[in-house]
């Protein structure tokens, strides 16, 4: 079945720090990949999206690009602030009938010290 | 205007006790998912349902069962509320296609905690 794999945290850095957060995925077909954050005490929002090979998303500094070569999605920003701390979630979302279901990876969860 | 909403927020419990969270969205959208996220920050889906249809259902104790009155609603009923029950769970919305590509919506969640 499809699964993902994201590095595990926590992560903290310094602020204006580089961040990468790795995550790799297993699929069939050729799924749509997502990065999700959950700020403390709320609910998921959509960080960026990619949905075939090569796509590159990019929102609020951060992107990551659908390597279907080496099934990765990896989220990197140049310069982190402390408002960037959450927790991450790497998904994937595959095209296989009518299935859309989010499978996700299981968070990373980054501290941004000033 | 809340584009997907869940009620309560929190929902504290003795177990054995039945509950429902509700959720409600107002984007138009013709699938609605529940997840669950436990202590340890992990999502998993529980259910989906489309056009009020439901079309996955993983493996979940049947004492949860999801009730879709129109396409803008899914509640989650709870029976026989057990510990291991504590999470949060989250509603979401999309507009399904071919593909996947469409965004999931997701509520603010609900923390539920069994005693």
């Known amino acids: 079945g499809d699964s993902v794999t994201q590095m595990e945290g926590p992560v903290t850095l310094s602020e204006e720090a580089f961040l990468t957060i790795n995550c790799t995925y297993t699929?069939?077909?050729?799924?749509?990949l997502f990065w999700y954050v959950q700020y403390p005490g709320e609910g998921l929002q959509l960080l960026l999206k990619?949905?075939?090979?090569?796509d590159k998303g990019s929102n609020k500094g951060f992107e990551a690009t659908y390597r279907k070569e080496t099934t990765s999605f990896h989220l990197e920003k140049g310069s982190v602030q402390v408002s960037d701390s959450a927790v991450y979630f790497c998904?994937?979302?595959?095209?296989?009938?009518?299935?859309?279901?989010?499978?996700f990876g299981k968070g990373t969860l980054l501290t941004v010290n000033p | 205007d809340t584009a997907v909403s869940q009620t309560p927020k929190y929902l504290v419990t003795q177990m054995g006790n039945d509950k429902s969270i509700k959720c409600e969205q107002n984007?138009?959208?013709?699938?609605m998912y529940w997840y669950k996220q436990d202590s340890k920050k992990f999502l998993k889906i529980m259910f989906s349902?489309?056009?009020?249809?439901?079309?996955i259902n993983e493996t979940v104790p049947n004492r949860f069962s999801p009730k879709s009155p129109d396409k803008a609603h899914l509640n989650l009923h709870i029976n026989s509320l057990e510990l291991g029950d504590s999470a949060v769970y989250f509603c979401?919305?999309?507009?399904?296609?071919?593909?996947?590509?469409?965004?999931?919506?997701f509520g603010p969640g609900t923390r539920l905690t069994v005693l």
């Open positions: 979401a919305s999309s507009q399904a296609s071919r593909g996947g590509r469409n965004e999931q919506f």
């Open positions: 699929a069939t077909g050729y799924p749509s």
């Open positions: 990619a949905t075939k090979a090569d």
């Open positions: 998904a994937l979302r595959n095209s296989g009938g009518s299935n859309y279901k989010l499978t």
């Open positions: 984007l138009g959208h013709d699938t």
């Open positions: 349902y489309n056009n009020k249809e439901l079309i």
